[in-house]
């Protein structure tokens, strides 16, 4: 039975199911998974939905079979992703490391859960921060994106996919299982007003093609298999035909590459969103669906008098530094809200480098944060 | 002193140079190694096929044989360790007209690639899996492994391998293959005709081949390099159709070859095409994008 893969019209829709959308109105054609609370529902609804679009869907024997599924499928051609929670996205981290390495576009969404080990299997956190920023082993840089809503979870998957195939990398879509099962009201638009984006493409002769030498921006054109390039694809440090180089030179070249292509494409990349910021003089850093019980907070705290605003993180990496450093200079202090013990309030500490106070409004996890504990703390730290 | 006379400039072209990366040469293997003669054959079955190469693929895992993908000239990819099959899992889902070859080792395949090998071979995913079965884990200096034989010395096991091996057919045919053939290294033409047969057949394909490593596990359990290459010779039994629950190595009863498995089932695509996709089947449709 063919279906549209993008269901223009209005719904009240989990953010699970959001996301799915968001992905096939992406392009995306290839899911491999596994399932996992409180991921699954990507899953069933990919399992369903993908025959319809002439898509593939495929159950794994493993998070770690999945992952390697999604960067095969996505080198015949295909946009692929696959969903998890905190266990899963533990078993994906090597393989996202081969997806790093070898520059292969793909969407991971982390359902975030709280942790460690099996953790909070059914209740929500946002303890994954730093896994998503450093899980898998070498350095490097990532993408990771954190929507606030349903809504916002549909349009920002599209963006997922977009910025994994223009800068050719796993993109992580770092959300939680508050939005993920929350329902709310998510407006699908036309397609023809959805922008997608597909990886560059090679020209010239095949026979001279390098699937690592950068093109202007940063990132090089990729062919599929079957395409007639001979292309070698390895983890392996490797040069710009692909071939295992195991010297400090390639190393140091092939490092350049991988960073470069995020660093050098900041602004394109970072998105952040505000609310009641200009005039701010304490300044809440926060994102996901702690950014919602922080902007209830701006708007007690401003009837208290205190002039608070939010920075509210859509791209939490690359780390928007920049933003932090210039309002380091001219607020009172920060706030920073998220259902961890403090992982971006570090980063938060480190950009703002000792010039204002700076205090965590955190959670370990299971639930939301309160506003009234944001604003508590509104009163009392400043 | 006798002068050393070139006779010839130039090399001549190995008839399999077309299908080397031959900027990629000299190889790794070390002397006595086996894998560069199964990895010959293998390219000298994709020749002999007839399969379009254009549209092969080679997916490796880590290890010595895992380094096979990097010196085929076709479109190759050396994965993480023992992730091959998934990744070729997903290569294939994503272009049905791809042709997937799997070549990798024991070690990969078999102890850190177990599960992605059951349940391929489950979902009979259309693939060839080589396995080239050295008992043991070359690379890292000749560690035991789920293929090493009882008693038989390692660098992990010092006094003798307490473990039972697998018998890697067995396991193959009871987890789905519907090909499963072992040869040893040193029966080439076989070899050749059996890769030759699988690559032509729909379904997942299983080739066990017994190859050497004197370096690392010859050298630690009293095998000079050629004794390995007698006891193929010696102990071969070739027998075609054998139970698969027979086949355990034993290399002084006898070692049993053959080709034991060739039956027919409906691959994993064939199967979601026909649940989940019933219009793909009447306008024959190949690519994902397409």
Redesign the interface.
Known sequence: M?KPAVLTGEYFMTGDVACAEGALAAGC??F?GYPITPATEIAERMASRL?QV???F?Q???E???M???????????K?MTATSGPGFSLMM??I??GICTETPCVVVNVQRGGPSTGLPTQGAQSDMMQARWGSHGHYEIIAIAPSSPQEIFYLTITAFNLSEKYRLPVLIMTDEIIGHMSEKVIIPEAKLIKTVSRPKPKGRKDRFKPFAPGPNGVAPMP???E?????????THDEKG??VMTVEAQTEMMARITEKIQKNLDDIIRTDSYLLDDAEIVIVSYGVSARTSMAAVAEARKLGIKAGLLRLVTIWPFPEDQIRELADRVKGFVTVEINLGQIHREVERCAGGKVPIFLVGHPGGTLIHPDKVVKMLKEAF | MQEISVTSKKQPRHPLDDLIRTDRIPHIWCPGCGIGTVFSSCLAALKESGIDLKKTVMVSGIGCSGRAAGYVKLDSFHTTHGRAIPFATGLKLANPELNIVVFSGDGDLFAIGGNHFIHAARRNMDMTVICVNNLNYGMTGGQVAATTPYMAKSTTTPAGNPETPFNLPLMAYASGATYVARWTMLHTRDLTDSITEALCKKGFSFIEVLSPCPVNYGRRNKQKPLDMLKLYQEKAIIKNHADPSKLDIDFEKGIILGKFIDLDRPTFIEHYDKIYRPSRLQENVSGLNS
Not at chain 1, 68 to 78: M, N, P, Q
């Open positions: 063919m054609r290839f491999g025959p002439e898509g593939c495929i794994m024997e493993d770690i079979g999945a390697a599924a999604v960067l095969g499928s996505s080198w015949a051609g295909v692929s090597e393989n490391g081969l599929a298999a079957g007639g390039y001979n292309l070698h694809i390895t983890g392996l071939y295992p």
